[in-house]
């Protein structure tokens, strides 16, 4: 079930308060440092959140078809996003308006609660990504994603692979020919 399901909604609803874009590969949608304004649902394509780190990159999530995504912290808190969020292929992307999301929240409670439960559910699964990074050897890390999140593995280049398991591209080579890929 994808996550407008999850809400209620049908893809036509949804594009009575939300508007349909196309941004290319390597758009870079919301930058490190900047304040949320917007929170998209992916139609077609793929992204990544990433983190800055000194100067290495660490991609912390990926999302793909009928999923939401934004820095929901700063989009809530409207505080500055400790994340960039940029498009892995060329995408399709819902866009809605900060002032558009909480009108509808103030409407309609049902709506506002069923987006607590996927935003819980992403924290969640940031809770399980740490873990992860702390408890497990890469090669382990590996095999996790290789299991759970096969989809990954088939869309996304290694470099960012390996910067989403805390490895260099080339251990990630390494691994992959140990585990038969």
Avoid at 9 to 26: C, I, S
Avoid at 27 to 39: D, P, S
Avoid at 59 to 77: G, I, K, L, P, R
Wanted: net charge neutral; hydrophobic share 40%; aromatic share 14%.
């Amino acid at each position: 079930m994808d996550q407008l399901e999850t809400l209620g909604l049908t893809k036509e609803q949804f594009q009575n308060f939300a508007t349909l874009k196309k941004f290319p590969v390597k758009t870079t949608l919301l930058y490190e440092g900047e304040i949320a304004a917007k929170v998209f649902f992916v139609k077609k394509g793929a992204l990544r959140l990433w983190n800055n780190n000194d100067g290495n990159d660490v991609t912390v999530q990926f999302f793909f078809e009928d999923h939401f995504v934004a820095s929901f912290e700063s989009f809530q808190n409207q505080t500055p996003s400790k994340f960039s969020l940029e498009c892995l292929e060329d995408c399709e992307l819902f866009v809605l308006e900060r002032p558009t999301l909480t009108a509808l929240f103030s409407k309609d409670t049902f709506l506002k609660e069923q987006m607590l439960t996927l935003i819980t559910q992403r924290f969640t699964d940031y809770i399980d990504y740490f873990l992860s990074r702390l408890k497990n050897t890469p090669e382990k890390r590996y095999q996790e994603l290789k299991t759970k999140r096969p989809d990954i593995l088939a869309r996304v280049p290694n470099y960012y692979i390996a910067s989403y398991l805390g490895i260099t591209p080339v251990s990630l080579s390494r691994i992959q020919k140990r585990v038969g890929d």
